[in-house]
C-alpha cells in the first residue's frame, strides 16, 4: 500500500491548460519545462505529497524511493508523454534524499 496519493478528481489537461497559460508570462516558470513544471505542479498541489513529504523523509531510502516511483508511475499513466520527465524528476529527488532525511532527523524528530 502507497502513502502518496494523486488527487482523484485530477484533470490532467485542465492543469496543462493553466499551467501553458501561465507559462508563457511567469518568469518563474523558465528554468524548466512546461512538462517538467506540470510534473512538480502535480507532486506539490494535487497529491498529498505535500502532507507527507517530511515524514516520509525520515524512512529508509528504499522506501521513499518506491513511494516516490509510484506516485510519478501514477502521473505518467495520466499522460505518457511525460515518463522520461518523471524519470528525471525521481532521479533529483532521490539525489535529494540523504539532505531531507539528514534534516529530518535533525529537526524534525527532535521536535516530536
Not at 508570462?25 to 507527507?52: A, F, P, R, W
Not at 531510502?61 to 518506491?66: N, T
Amino acid at each position: 500500500m502507497t502513502v502518496l496519493k494523486i488527487d482523484p478528481n485530477l484533470d490532467i489537461k485542465s492543469v496543462k491548460n493553466s499551467l501553458a497559460r501561465s507559462f508563457n508570462k511567469d518568469i518563474s516558470y523558465k528554468n524548466y519545462t512546461l512538462e517538467v513544471s506540470l510534473i512538480y505542479k502535480i507532486i506539490h498541489e494535487h497529491s498529498n505529497y505535500e502532507d507527507y513529504q517530511w515524514e516520509l523523509y525520515g524512512y529508509g531510502k528504499g522506501f521513499v524511493e518506491a513511494e516516490l516511483k509510484s506516485l510519478l508511475f501514477k502521473i505518467s499513466e495520466l499522460d505518457k508523454t511525460l515518463t522520461w520527465d518523471c524519470l528525471t524528476i525521481l532521479s533529483r529527488y532521490m539525489n535529494l534524499y540523504k539532505t531531507r532525511n539528514q534534516i529530518n532527523k535533525k529537526y524534525i524528530r527532535s521536535c516530536i
